[in-house]
């Protein structure tokens, strides 16, 4: 089968399309034949091996596991002897960022316990759009954000992969939205369902003296003070990024200080892959695909995910066979 492969750290000039061994299902596993993988930020840090305590995890001098590519939808071709959820046949999507990743490439053997069914209506490379960057929306508002209906939430990010489903599914939970972006991103996240938008070139949202009782955040650019001076006296603020100090903020914000901040860090779930599944086929999310790249053009996806602009997800389809297909550029609309 054909792989999109690394063998050393690096940019992503190091990715090689290589006939690689189809794998083999062990006894709890499935095979998927990959139709679609979606591209997230994730895999970069793998690919560069950044930050370099990673290493210690993905292998000190070169990655263990030389495929990339977590967030798959496909079709089960085998499944492995002791797998009773899945048949030959069954279309299924998952996270497999927690067990060795490998969906770049025309097949990938997966634990059956870390896939969900694909609803049959739901198309592969919509499917594929929501794994990492769905879950970590779902439990970054839900879990840690303890989100409620009608509380003012601010979105900063909200153009990206995670941001942009991030503003659907807190509108799903009745809240008020307010979206930050870029200028260019305001029409495609005012078409999402934010009742406001703040375009980050022209106004600074922690300036504007109305508090939210929830930030999500997952841009992690300004000073915890900033953040904190945006949030109602007992909101909550979640970021994806990674701000050290806020492991500090007992001290920070003293006893008397309701508000809560929080790194977060996504889990992957089936249950709540499939439960946003059902969001998926219910027509009330609608991941915005930016663009499609055919497997043999991938490094050119990653090399675009790495420049931090992309509006929604970045998709990576595999045929039946990888054809010379012409990647194409979406409008930044929201697929009706
Ligand atoms: N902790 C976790 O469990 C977890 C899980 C998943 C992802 N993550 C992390 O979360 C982050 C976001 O992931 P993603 O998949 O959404 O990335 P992404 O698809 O690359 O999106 C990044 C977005 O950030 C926006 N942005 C850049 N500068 C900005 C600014 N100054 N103000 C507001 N928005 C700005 C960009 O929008 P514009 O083009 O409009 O600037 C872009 O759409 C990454 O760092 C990723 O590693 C963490």
Redesign the pocket.
């Known amino acids: 089968m054909q792989a999109l492969v690394y063998t050393q750290y690096g940019s992503p000039d190091v990715l090689q399309l290589q006939e690689v061994e189809k794998p083999t299902p062990k006894a709890k596993e499935v095979l998927v034949k990959v139709q679609a993988v979606s591209v ?3 895999d970069l ?1 793998l690919l560069r091996g950044q930050p370099v305590f990673l290493r210690l995890t993905l292998g000190l001098f070169k990655p263990r596991n030389p495929i990339l590519g977590s967030d798959i939808a496909g079709r089960v071709e085998a499944v492995g002897r002791e797998v009773t959820r899945f048949q030959p046949g069954d279309t299924v999507f998952g996270d497999l960022s927690g067990v060795g990743r490998g969906g770049f490439a025309e097949y990938v053997a997966a634990p059956a316990d870390d896939l969900s069914l694909k609803p049959a209506s739901v198309p592969f490379e919509t499917a594929a759009s929501v794994p ?2 769905g879950v ?1 929306a779902l439990q970054g508002l839900r879990d840690y954000g303890h989100i409620q209906s009608g509380e003012r939430v601010l979105i ?8 942009s489903l991030a503003v659907q599914i807190a509108k799903i939970f009745g809240a008020e939205v307010t979206a ?3 200028t ?2 305001v029409e495609m996240v005012r078409k999402l369902g934010a009742d406001r938008v703040i375009d ?1 070139t022209r106004q600074d949202f922690t300036q504007t003296g109305q508090p939210y009782d929830l930030i999500f955040d ?4 300004r000073s915890i003070a900033d953040y904190r001076q945006a949030l109602t006296p007992v909101g909550r603020f979640v970021t ?3 701000l050290p100090a806020l492991y500090f903020q007992g001290l920070r914000l003293g006893k008397a200080d309701q508000r809560r901040m929080e ?4 889990k992957p779930n089936t249950k709540d892959l499939t439960f946003l599944g059902e969001l998926l086929e219910a027509g009330q999310l609608t991941p915005t695909i930016d663009r499609h790249y055919p497997l043999g053009e991938a490094a050119n996806a990653l090399r675009y ?1 790495g420049e ?6 970045v998709l990576i389809s595999i045929p039946e066979r990888d054809k010379p297909t012409i990647h194409q550029r979406s409008s930044l609309a929201v697929p009706a």
Do not use: D, E
């Open positions: 997230n930020q994730a840090h990492m960057a970590t900063n990010g909200a153009s990206g992969g995670v941001g930050v972006c870029s260019r991103k980050y997952t841009v992690a650019n994806t990024g990674f790194n977060m860090l996504a995910v931090g602009h992309a509006a929604g997800k």
